[in-house]
């Protein structure tokens, strides 16, 4: 059974590529084959998994976008625990040598983070509450 995270995480990603064709005229096809065949977090390690970028990741390079990489929602606080620490390491060193200012990125989404974690943090709280 997946997780909350994980639900998000594919959701996102489907989103994502939806996104993507509307904004840029990119059309992430193998991505998308991808999605549906594995899901969203084992679509991620798949590509995560080598040393070198997907043609994706350069073409969102290309277009400035690399806001909306796998390699960048992987780092996301919310998504994090879903994948190994290669997996993190891999995403950090792509879009740090592709000169992506990851900290702005993540301090950016930790000021706005979806209401489905705040849910969680507020049930949590709550619990502790009663």
Same mark, same amino acid.
Do not use: C
């Given at each position: 059974?997946?997780? @909350?995270?994980?639900?998000?995480?594919?959701?996102?990603?489907?989103?994502?590529?939806?996104?993507?064709?509307?904004?840029?005229? #990119?059309?992430?096809?193998?991505?998308?084959?991808?999605?549906?065949?594995?899901?969203?977090?084992?679509?991620?390690?798949?590509?995560?998994?080598?040393?070198?970028?997907?043609?994706?990741?350069?073409?969102?390079?290309?277009?400035?976008?690399?806001?909306?990489?796998v390699e960048? #929602?992987?780092?996301?606080?919310? #998504?994090?625990?879903? /994948?190994?620490?290669?997996?993190?390491?891999?995403?950090?060193?792509?879009?740090? @040598?592709?000169? /992506?200012?990851?900290?702005?990125?993540?301090? @950016?989404?930790?000021?706005?983070?979806?209401?489905?974690?705040?849910?969680?943090?507020?049930?949590?709280c709550g619990?502790?509450?009663?």
């Open positions: 059974m997946s997780t @909350e995270a994980e639900r998000r995480f594919h959701t996102d990603m489907v989103a994502g590529v939806d996104r993507l064709k509307r904004e840029i005229g #990119y059309n992430a096809t193998r991505f998308a084959q991808m999605l549906g065949g594995l899901g969203g977090v084992a679509a991620a390690r798949q590509l995560l998994r080598g040393h070198d970028a997907s043609d994706g990741f350069t073409t969102l390079w290309e277009h400035d976008r690399l806001d909306v990489s960048a #929602y992987v780092l996301l606080p919310w #998504y994090r625990g879903l /994948f190994d620490e290669h997996h993190l390491e891999t995403a950090m060193w792509r879009l740090t @040598e592709h000169r /992506f200012d990851v900290d702005r990125f993540l301090d @950016e989404a930790r000021e706005n983070p979806p209401g489905w974690t705040q849910a969680n943090t507020d049930a949590d619990d502790a509450a009663d």
